[in-house]
């Protein structure tokens, strides 16, 4: 079960774990203060034994504490508050449940106003955010030695308990879209093929957004060559879902954002090393990252017209899969000789981006893809690689990277680039040669955007097998939910 967070008005509890957060410097705040005082003054001798000073993170235990009926009382460092963004109040609060998380029952994190740059409310409400989301496991399919127990229950008590709990709403709306998206990326290929993952896709019509799949029959009527290439050697069907939420009045355009699914990728016959491989039940990062922001922009009642495009495929090699060598025929009308069948995602978006453009005329377009191993050998797992055609819209998504933790950065595109991919044998080749993949690979799809604002976010190294940090704890991290609702907040409601 997901942890509940509550937020209390600023008391300290009789029972459970208790958490104190100490700013820079190690001082305790009054109520700290009264409960050291029942103590017998430990925790002020404890704070001085260890040297403590409230650095970021820093934290000790004390079990049983004499004169209370706690279990425990856990003292935890903030920082400098002057200098709290709103990223480390959120990786402070996942900090807060890693001290706590393996006990059973309940916790209560004590934030007493502590004159930081955030307010109070934003404070308590991001905290509980990163707890929220450093909570999530995904052990559905362990049946021995499972974790058992646990903490159920974390309450925030702040004199700004009514205002966080209003923030908290939004946030944590965010935190289960990027749950969504995790959960689906950490699924097995097995599982999660293109059929199922548009089962679930379905779902979101609960929240009241619109749902259509499209079958392989109505993508071949449509002229999807492309997209239907790819997964010609799959026993399991192709699908492309197609999702919207109306918020906004219908006369506004609506806001794009198309996601690549391959839900596992083998390279096709092009055929990848087989190291490694298992990592490519991830392929899909683009399309959970949009089944994740559309959960959020339901769950939210966002005010605006969005539509989410998941291209779903499976590439296998098998007596039909698409050669190397193969000329294909696009949905643009467009043809693309296929040299290398694992340069498949671009050969997914190629159709995506134009139905989309097409059907909706969106005010902007955004895709998000798996597409490189290019991009994390110039920018590892810090940074999502960004190409656009439009300056306002990269400066806008590296400015909410920049406040959210979900970083991006830019990257060229250039008329050599698109020279590299021209080929005397069709319309234009699905590789670029050895040099410039990722922006060869971008300027590929650039090609079926039609001069509609358009950002492509090659996210490889960070949707997937990302580091762990306070956060995030498992293989997905969920990157990109946060990333592009927080764009739509700033700009587009």
């Given at each position: ?104 029952g309940a916790a209560t994190l004590l934030l007493e106003p502590m004159k ?54 939004e946030y944590k709306a965010i935190a289960s879209g990027t749950i969504v ?9 097995n599982i999660l093929t293109p059929p199922e993952f548009a089962k679930r ?293």
């Open positions: 079960m997901p942890l509940s967070i509550s937020f209390a008005a600023e008391k300290l509890p009789s029972k459970g774990s208790l958490i104190i957060a100490v700013p820079d410097g190690g001082k305790l705040a009054p109520l700290a203060k009264q409960l050291d005082k029942t103590t017998g003054g430990a925790i002020s001798r404890a704070i001085q034994i260890k040297k403590f000073k409230g650095k970021a993170g820093a934290s000790f235990s004390l079990l049983a504490p004499a004169k209370t009926t706690l279990d425990r009382i856990v003292v935890i460092g903030v920082g400098d508050p002057k200098k709290l963004t709103a990223v480390d109040a959120e990786k402070f609060g996942g900090t807060v449940l890693s001290t706590v998380e393996k006990t059973d930081a740059a955030l307010s109070d409310a934003d404070l308590a409400a991001r905290a509980a955010t990163g707890a929220y989301l450093r909570d999530y496991k995904f052990d559905a399919y362990k049946t021995i030695n499972k974790p058992k127990g646990g903490l159920s229950r974390l309450s925030i008590a702040s004199k700004a308990a009514a205002g966080a709990r209003k923030v908290f709403a998206a995790r959960d689906l990326v950490n699924e097995p290929s896709a379905r779902a979101l019509s609960k929240l009241g957004v619109k749902v259509e799949v499209l079958g392989e029959a109505q993508m071949k009527k449509l002229g999807m060559g492309s997209l239907l290439g790819v997964g010609l050697g799959s026993q399991h069907p192709s699908q492309l879902v197609v999702t919207q939420w109306n918020g906004a009045a219908k006369s506004k355009k609506p806001l794009a954002f198309v996601g690549k699914g391959v839900c596992f990728d083998t390279g096709g016959i092009s055929i990848k090393p087989s190291a490694g491989m298992e990592d490519m039940k991830g392929d899909m990062g683009g399309a959970a990252a949009v089944t994740g922001l559309m959960h959020t922009l339901a769950s939210r009642k966002a005010k605006v017209n969005v539509v989410g495009i998941l291209g779903l495929v499976e590439n296998m090699p098998d007596g039909k899969a698409q050669r190397p060598g193969d000329i294909v025929t696009s949905m643009s009308g467009q043809t693309i000789e296929v040299l290398n069948t694992d340069a498949e995602g671009r050969l997914v978006l190629a159709d995506a981006l134009w139905y989309t453009q097409k059907r909706f005329k969106p005010e902007f377009m955004i895709d998000l893809a798996t597409l490189t191993g290019a991009i994390m050998v110039a920018l590892g797992q810090e940074f999502a690689g960004m190409f656009t055609n439009s300056d306002e819209l990269a400066a806008r998504l590296t400015q909410v990277g920049n406040d959210e933790g979900e970083k991006v950065w830019r990257m060229p595109l250039s008329d050599t680039f698109d020279k590299m991919i021209n080929t005397p044998n069709a319309d234009m080749k699905n590789i670029g040669g050895r040099y410039g993949g990722s922006s060869t690979a971008a300027q590929f799809l650039q090609r079926f955007t039609n001069d509609v604002p358009w950002v492509h976010l090659d996210i490889a190294g960070t949707a997937m097998g990302s580091p762990k940090n306070a956060i995030s704890r498992t293989w997905a991290s969920g990157y990109g939910v946060r990333l592009l609702d927080r764009l739509v907040k700033a700009y587009y409601e």
